[in-house]
């Protein structure tokens, strides 16, 4: 390795506890480019830059965390323009007016510090659009257009783009599907790891009033009793406090009705994988949870409540998500049925070769890298 070293800076990535599936992507990131600097012969460091810094989980003496004022997007710059080079994931699924405006001008601030401070940028791994509002659509494509790199996680992106970025952009894995974690031996009881979604489970904002999604959690548990199944409610949004989008909340008092083990107060994604990992069967509404699943080997039924699932997972080929929008509560248990029993070694074979096709698009990713990383 030359003496050179690369300061590497992550924005729209988070190293901070609380929601785990932005840390699964700042730790999928950091391997990425730990693979990228050892093929080119470079040292590394990496500066995280993240607007609130909450009990960080960073393990790497190679990274550090650095905290933005997102209301001075002029100092902000400054902070970035030491930097060699920025990668720019906007928290995986926040680059859309699809959460509103007011979240994507937040998001846009952060953009418009990465362009004032002259350092060269890559749009890391993730998903664009939808974009409902023209202006939105304009402004994300004119700040895309000035990246070195364009990186999806699935191919439905491609939409929200103009013809010049579609034909810039690659389409790669989500990088939680990369995230390290401890392998740790299966349960003695065959045992289905449950991700209940706080926020869908205590608002229909989302999903709207149609959607019975607290009565499907209720259906689920007491369908895999019945069953005889061991239920391990596993939550991957945590925080102390009782807001409305956590789901260790909600855990805690599902497992008190039902009789389950309580739900572990992990503090780690890598520990959250690991015990996923454990399990012989998993059922998410985190995207990231079920992502952690497939990606240690588990056999797992995802249930959307975006379009980000479905993209996802269709572009590694592994097509067993359900939309919560569309799949009625009896068709998801049904499913449910069929996949833990008749159908289990089938959707075993799945998630090894949905495996396989990630570890190729991985090795895409860290050779775009690297030779993004000669230019500069």
């Known amino acids: 390795m030359s003496n050179r070293k690369i300061k590497i800076g992550l924005v729209g990535h988070s190293y901070s506890r ?19 600097c050892a093929e080119v012969g470079v040292d590394y460091e990496i500066i995280s830059f993240e607007a609130g810094i909450n009990d960080p989980c960073n393990d790497s003496p190679k990274v550090t965390i650095e905290e933005i004022d997102l209301r001075n997007v002029f100092k902000t710059a400054r902070q970035l323009s030491k930097c060699d080079l920025i ?5 995986g699924d926040s680059f859309s007016d699809i959460y509103g405006v007011k979240l994507f001008v937040v998001n846009y601030m952060i953009k418009i510090a990465v362009m004032l401070s002259g350092v060269p940028y890559i749009a890391a791994p993730q998903t664009y659009g939808p974009f409902y509002k023209g202006w939105i659509r304009m402004l994300s494509n004119f700040y895309l257009s000035k990246a070195k790199g364009i990186y999806g996680r699935d191919e439905k992106s491609g939409k929200a783009l103009t013809k010049e970025n579609i034909n810039r952009m690659k389409s790669v894995a989500d ?11 299966k349960r003695q009881q065959f045992t289905v790891g449950l991700n209940v979604n706080g926020l869908l489970y205590q608002s229909n904002e989302i999903l709207g009033n149609d959607c019975a999604y607290k009565e499907l959690c209720h259906e689920m548990i007491e369908l895999l009793k019945e069953k005889g199944y061991e239920v391990l409610l596993i939550p991957h949004v945590l925080n102390e406090n009782k807001t409305i989008d956590n789901d260790y909340h909600v855990s805690v008092q599902l497992s008190a009705e039902y009789g389950l083990e309580k739900p572990a107060f992990l503090k780690n994604p890598k520990d959250v994988k690991s015990l996923i990992s454990s399990c012989h069967f998993f059922i998410g509404s985190r995207m990231h949870a079920t992502i952690g699943a497939v990606s240690s080997g588990v056999p797992t039924l995802p249930l959307a409540y975006s379009r980000k699932f479905e993209g996802v997972f269709d572009s590694i080929g592994y097509k067993r998500t359900l939309d919560l929008k569309r799949a009625s509560n009896q068709v998801i248990l049904s499913a449910i049925s069929t996949m833990t029993d008749k159908d289990y070694d089938k959707v075993k074979a799945d998630v090894m070769r949905a495996n396989q096709i990630v570890s190729e698009k991985m090795n895409i990713y860290i050779t775009e890298i690297s030779s993004i990383l000669q230019t500069i």
């Open 87 to 91: 990668f720019d994931i906007t928290g």
């Open 18 to 36: 609380g929601n785990f599936g932005l840390c699964a992507l700042a730790f999928g990131e950091q391997l990425a480019i730990e693979k990228a």
């Open 175 to 185: 990088l939680g599907f990369a995230m390290p974690y401890a392998i740790v031996p």
